[in-house]
């Protein structure tokens, strides 16, 4: 029930647009493995095996953390409207902090907002869909709006000490790099 492929299609990548949130997953070596749902306009595919996704500033920054120690990356959508499907993109990614020399090329692909953590420009070099006959359908209500006003209300500044109280390491201790360092 599921096919490989070795890169997107256009109809995948269609389908890829018209989802409204997405998965990742990363680890690192050792410790946890870290899956986030995401959502928002957050996401561009970029051609047959990259993508560009904008990371917004929130409670921890596992994913950041596991590519500087595993730079291994899966992100999956499956559809909860229409047709079932679901796929997945296994990969790399590159981590794009703001001091970064790609932001502005990034930023050019999703803008870049107050509560912009960083970007990750992800190649991937396998592509599986598979059926997705169990997820259930669902209705789309709308985005939820609070972590974006969240970030207008802290301003760059308030987002800059957040970072630094709440964005440095991951839950194992392994730095982010969200300084630069």
């Not at 050792?30 to 051609?47: F, Y």
């Not at 996704?53 to 953390?65: D, I, K």
């Not at 209300?153 to 000490?161: D, F, Q, T, V």
């Amino acid at each position: 029930m599921s096919d490989l492929y070795e890169a997107l299609s256009p109809e995948l990548t269609a389908f890829i647009a018209q989802q409204r949130m997405f998965f990742v997953a990363t680890a690192a070596a050792d410790g946890r493995v870290n899956l986030s749902p995401k959502g928002h306009d957050s996401l561009k595919v970029t051609g047959p095996n990259t993508l560009v996704w904008q990371n917004l500033t929130g409670s921890g920054n596992e994913t950041a953390a596991h590519l500087r120690d595993t730079n291994r990356m899966t992100l999956m959508w499956c559809s909860f409207e229409g047709s079932p499907q679901i796929l997945r993109v296994y990969g790399t990614a590159e981590t794009i902090h703001a001091h970064h020399p790609l932001w502005d090329e990034c930023a050019a692909v999703i803008p870049a907002t107050v509560g912009t953590r960083q970007f990750f420009r992800v190649r991937f070099d396998l592509v599986q869909t598979s059926c997705g006959y169990a997820v259930p359908l669902m209705d789309y209500q709308g985005d939820r709006e609070i972590l974006r006003k969240w970030a207008v209300k802290r301003g760059a500044s308030g987002i800059r000490e957040y970072w630094e109280e709440k964005n440095q390491v991951g839950l194992d201790g392994q730095p982010t790099g969200i300084f630069g360092e």
